[in-house]
């Protein structure tokens, strides 16, 4: 199976910071990788997948970047609304597996 | 647009079964895999189970290999998850998920069913 290992997992930002959260994979899956946003009690939101693409109707202050192992979801110019825990997930084969979350906290 | 209802949830005992089920609307259902993820309380997503377009795939998760049966109906554009022998490991919030709808990835998530095996 394939391992997700996300960093960090808590990150205290300001409005208007930049935001940066890692993802590894214990081995190369391409640029199968996506993004998701959780707020508490709610379902998750699919943000980018393959890697880089923006899912529709998603602000452009997220991006994504990276390829094989080594992945990026950078949240540039956070918002209150962006507050909320990241999940990364790889698509690369089964089973699926998810990064163990970054909760981005206010400051 | 895309509608995905869960039921079927509740307080189960451990040993004991539960099938969750999921309708969904809004898309051409036949086309697409289906997929079950769970979050345990306060703990992070962990996918469980997901069916082929024709139902003919199937894949699991390897702690529920062998207790959980994931299946669908594309007559009636559903998607259900035969619990058995459930634990209290197995305590999570449920979501019924498609890929590729839209995009490739877990594009649309139901709302969530609770399981909780208490004894």
């Known amino acids: 199976d394939i391992q997700m290992t996300q960093s960090p997992s808590s990150v205290s930002a300001s409005v208007g910071d930049r935001v940066t959260i890692t993802c590894r994979a214990s081995?190369?899956?391409?640029?199968?990788l996506a993004w998701y946003q959780q707020k508490p009690g709610k379902a998750p939101k699919l943000l980018i997948y393959?890697?880089?693409s923006l899912q529709s109707g998603v602000p452009s202050r997220f991006s994504g970047s990276g390829s094989g192992t080594d992945f990026t979801l950078t949240i540039s110019n956070l918002q209150p609304e962006d507050f909320a825990t990241y999940y990364c997930?790889?698509?690369?084969?089964?089973?699926?597996?998810f990064g163990g979350g970054t909760k981005v906290e206010i400051k | 647009q895309v509608q995905l209802v869960e039921s079927g949830g509740g307080l189960v005992q451990p040993g004991r079964s539960l099938r969750l089920s999921c309708a969904a609307s809004?898309?051409?259902?036949?086309?697409?895999?289906m997929h079950w993820v769970r979050q345990a309380p306060g703990k992070g997503l962990e996918w469980v189970a997901a069916?082929?377009?024709?139902?003919?795939?199937?894949y699991y998760t390897d702690s529920v290999k062998g207790r959980f049966t994931i299946s669908r109906d594309n007559s009636k554009n559903s998607v259900s998850l035969q619990m058995n022998s459930l634990t209290f490991a197995d305590t999570a919030v449920y979501y019924c998920?498609?890929?590729?709808?839209?995009?490739?990835?877990?594009?649309?998530w139901g709302q969530g069913n609770l399981v909780t095996v208490s004894s």
């Open positions: 998920v498609t890929y590729g709808v839209s995009v490739a990835g877990l594009d649309h």
């Open positions: 809004g898309f051409i259902f036949s086309n697409y895999a």
């Open positions: 069916a082929s377009y024709d139902g003919a795939d199937k």
């Open positions: 081995q190369d899956i391409s640029n199968w």
């Open positions: 393959a890697t880089f």
């Open positions: 997930q790889q698509a690369n084969s089964f089973p699926l597996t």
